[in-house]
C-alpha cells in the first residue's frame, strides 16, 4: 500500500499534536505544569503518552531540507533547512546535523525513557536549540547522557550534557583531548572511549577517559577505526582486524578484542556497523559478496554470503535476521545461524555500490524503514513477515532517515 501524507498548513510547533494522537486530551495538548508532589517519570516541559511517538525525520543532502513524519497520525510538518549535509546523529531527543558552518543541534520532540521493567513516552515542541562550532567537526556520538564531538583538526571532542540541552542550552561542559588525527570521543558509563593516533591520519589505539580526562584505561590497539555501536554489553569499535569491545563492571573497564576468523583471510573489514537499538548483534557489508555479523554476547564474527554485492545491512538481533540491500535493489533476510537466505523482495531500483547516496536502513523492534533516495520515498518493511511492504511515505527527499522517538 502506497501513501502519500499529507500536507499540513500548520507550524513546526504543532508536532506535538501529531505526535500524541493518542495521549489523554483531557489536558487539552497543553504541558502540564509539574504539581506540588512530582510523579514518577516527570519531565519539564514535556508531555507524556501511553505509547511511543515514533516518527520518520529525513533529509535532503543536498539542501538540509529536512521533514518529520508522524507514524501514528501519517501526517508531515517541515523540519527546516540545515544546508548541505555532511552527515546526522541521533542521540534520544536529538538530532546532530554536520554541516560546512558547524553541528546543529535539533530536538526531534519526540523520545522514551527505559526505566528498566518499564517505559515512559514523551513528546514536546521539536525545535533547533543551536550551534555546535568547531574546527573540523568529524565524528559525533552520544548515549543518551552526553554528546561527543570530535574535531579531527584540534585532536579533541567538546562535551555537552543532555541535561543542559533538555533546558535549552548548548554549553560546552568539558573537552577530551587526544591528537589531531581521523578519530572519535564515545561517551560511556560517565567515562569517554577516545581514539588516539596512529600512522597518519588514521586512529591507532583506544583510550578511555574519566570526565576530568584523565586515562583510566589505555593502550589498546584498533587500528583504522572507522565505525563504532553501542549494546547492551559495552561500546563495540570497527577495527581493521577485528573489532574492539569496551565493557565496564561496577565503575572498572575493560577491552577484548574480537577478531575477524583465520580463514576470513581477503575479506574487507567491516567499514560500519549497524543494528537495531538496544540489540547486542552488528552487521556491515564485507567486499563484493556477503555480509560481516557479530554477535557481541558470543564475541563471534561470521561472514554470510551473497549473490551480490550489498550496499546496506544491519541486525535485527534476534538471533534470526540480518537485513541486507543489495545493489540489485532488494532486500535480503539472512540467518546468521545457517548463512540462508530466508525472505527477498524487491524494493528499489538497481543500486551502484560506490554511489555516494546510498539508502539507508534503520530497524526498529517490529518494523524496518528503508530510505529510497532516488524515488523520494521510505518504506516501512515488516521484516518478520517475509519483508512485506506494510506502508510506503512519499517525502520531500529520503537522502537521510532517522527513526524518533526510540
Known amino acids: 500500500m502506497q501513501r502519500t501524507t499529507p500536507k499540513l498548513p500548520i507550524l513546526l510547533l504543532s508536532l506535538p499534536l501529531l505526535l500524541s494522537a493518542c495521549a489523554d486530551t483531557s489536558t487539552g495538548n497543553q504541558t502540564t505544569p509539574a504539581p506540588e508532589t512530582t510523579p514518577h517519570g516527570y519531565v519539564a516541559g514535556a508531555q507524556e503518552n501511553p505509547e511511543p511517538q515514533n516518527g520518520l525525520l529525513t533529509f535532503d543532502r543536498e539542501t538540509g531540507k529536512s521533514q518529520l513524519l508522524s507514524l501514528l497520525a501519517d501526517a508531515t510538518v517541515d523540519a527546516g533547512t540545515f544546508g548541505p549535509i555532511d552527515a546526522v546523529q541521533q542521540d534520544g531527543r536529538y538530532a546532530l546535523v554536520t554541516t560546512q558552518d ?159 576468523p583465520a580463514k576470513a583471510g581477503g575479506i574487507p573489514p567491516a567499514r560500519s556497523l549497524e543494528h537495531r537499538p538496544g540489540s547486542n548483534e552488528l552487521a556491515a557489508p564485507a567486499g563484493d559478496g556477503g555480509i560481516w555479523h557479530l554477535n557481541v554476547s558470543k564475541r563471534t564474527w561470521t561472514y554470510l554470503k551473497t549473490a551480490a554485492p550489498v550496499v546496506a545491512a544491519s541486525a535485527v538481533g534476534d538471533t534470526k535476521r540480518v537485513l541486507a540491500l543489495g545493489v540489485d535493489g532488494s532486500l535480503m533476510t539472512l540467518n546468521p545461524a545457517t548463512g540462508k537466505m530466508t525472505a527477498k523482495a524487491p524494493m528499489l531500483r538497481p543500486l551502484s555500490a560506490t554511489a555516494d547516496n546510498i539508502p539507508q536502513l534503520r530497524i526498529d523492534t517490529s518494523r524496518a524503514y528503508l530510505g529510497d533516495p532516488a524515488g523520494s520515498k521510505v518504506h516501512e518493511i515488516d521484516y518478520a513477515d517475509g519483508l512485506r511492504a506494510a506502508r510506503t511515505f512519499n517525502v520531500p527527499a529520503a537522502d537521510i532517515v532517522l527513526e524518533t522517538g526510540l
Open 102 to 260: 558547524g553541528v546543529k543541534v535539533f530536538d526531534t520532540g519526540a523520545w522514551t525513557v527505559d526505566h528498566g521493567d518499564h517505559m515512559h513516552y514523551y513528546s514536546s515542541e521539536p525545535r533547533l536549540l543551536g550551534s555546535i562550532t568547531l574546527p573540523d567537526a568529524g565524528v559525533v556520538a552520544g548515549d543518551g547522557k552526553s554528546v561527543a564531538v570530535f574535531s579531527e583538526t584540534g585532536g579533541y571532542a567538546s562535551i555537552y550534557k543532555h541535561k543542559d540541552l533538555d533546558a535549552g542550552q548548548v554549553v560546552e561542559s568539558g573537552r577530551i583531548t587526544t591528537t589531531p588525527h581521523t578519530g572519535r570521543v564515545i561517551p560511556y558509563e560517565g567515562h569517554f572511549i577516545a581514539t588516539t593516533a596512529g600512522e597518519g591520519a588514521a586512529s591507532g589505539a583506544v583510550e578511555v577517559r574519566d570526565a576530568e580526562n584523565h586515562t583510566v584505561l589505555s593502550g589498546q590497539p584498533c587500528v583504522g577505526s572507522s565505525a563504532h555501536a553501542t549494546t547492551r554489553v559495552g561500546v563495540v569499535l570497527a577495527c581493521n582486524d577485528g573489532a574492539l569491545l569496551i565493557t565496564e563492571d561496577d565503575g572498572k573497564f575493560a577491552a577484548e578484542k574480537i577478531p575477524y
